[in-house]
Structures are given as structure tokens and as C-alpha cells.
Nanobody, 124 residues
Framework: QVQLVESGGGLVQAGDSLRLSCAASGRTFSSYAMGWFRQAPGKEREFVGVINWSSTYYADSVKGRFTISRDNAKNTVYLQMNSLKPEDTAVYYC???????????????????WGQGTQVTVSS
């Protein structure tokens, strides 16, 4: 069992940066692929990116602006968000996948554990 707790959300202006954190419980954190998803009001949850060991993959909408990293000693994964846009406004979720399948990385059903989410609001 893995418990995930996100933090770092808030209200920022367009062009600003924000770093989200996701703290995980469990002794096998390093073996999990850690993903970030987001859900805007009235929209489906969408894939943002994932880190598997040291490899990272991103959605096209955030590529070049967002960076995922992890600190296995702290059982924490980060989402650094730069050049934020109003369309980045959403609740951001981290998720853990025990088995990583590259072809299914976009699918929320591939992830076994989820955090409660943290709100990010970007004003124009």
C-alpha cells in the first residue's frame, strides 16, 4: 500500500512558476513509476507526465515547460511548472504505478495509487 500526499498548489499569474510535491509512504518508492495528472472543471483527467526510474515522459501540452523529478531518499516526486498558462488551471494529482507500461503511460487506469490532489489556478 502506498499513500500519496500532494502539496504546493496555489494561485499564480500567467508566466509564473510553481513546484508541486508528492510525498509517498512505503519502502519501495523507488520501484514505482510516478505520474502526474490534472483535471480541469468539466473536463476529463489528463496525463501530464511520468517518471520511471530516471526516464521522463510528458504530454505535448506541457513539454518544455514542466519537469518531473524524484528524490528517492525523501520518497518524494516533484512537478516543476514554468511559464504557466491559464489553461494549466486544474487539480493536479500524483499517482503511482507498480508496473510501468510505456504504451499505456497516458491511461489513469494503469496507476494503482492516487493522491487527493492539489489545486493550481493560473490567472491571466
Amino acid at each position: 500500500q502506498v499513500q500519496l500526499v500532494e502539496s504546493g498548489g496555489g494561485l499564480v499569474q500567467a508566466g509564473d512558476s510553481l513546484r508541486l510535491s508528492c510525498a509517498a509512504s512505503g519502502r519501495t518508492f523507488s520501484s514505482y513509476a510516478m505520474g502526474w495528472f490534472r483535471q480541469a472543471p468539466g473536463k476529463e483527467r489528463e496525463f501530464v507526465g511520468v517518471i520511471n526510474w530516471s526516464s521522463t515522459y510528458y504530454a505535448d501540452s506541457v513539454k518544455g515547460r514542466f519537469t518531473i523529478s524524484r528524490d528517492n531518499a525523501k520518497n518524494t516526486v516533484y512537478l516543476q511548472m514554468n511559464s504557466l498558462k491559464p489553461e494549466d488551471t486544474a487539480v493536479y494529482y500524483c499517482a503511482a504505478a507498480h508496473v510501468f507500461r510505456y504504451s499505456s503511460r497516458y491511461s489513469s487506469s494503469e496507476y494503482d495509487y492516487w493522491g487527493q490532489g492539489t489545486q493550481v489556478t493560473v490567472s491571466s
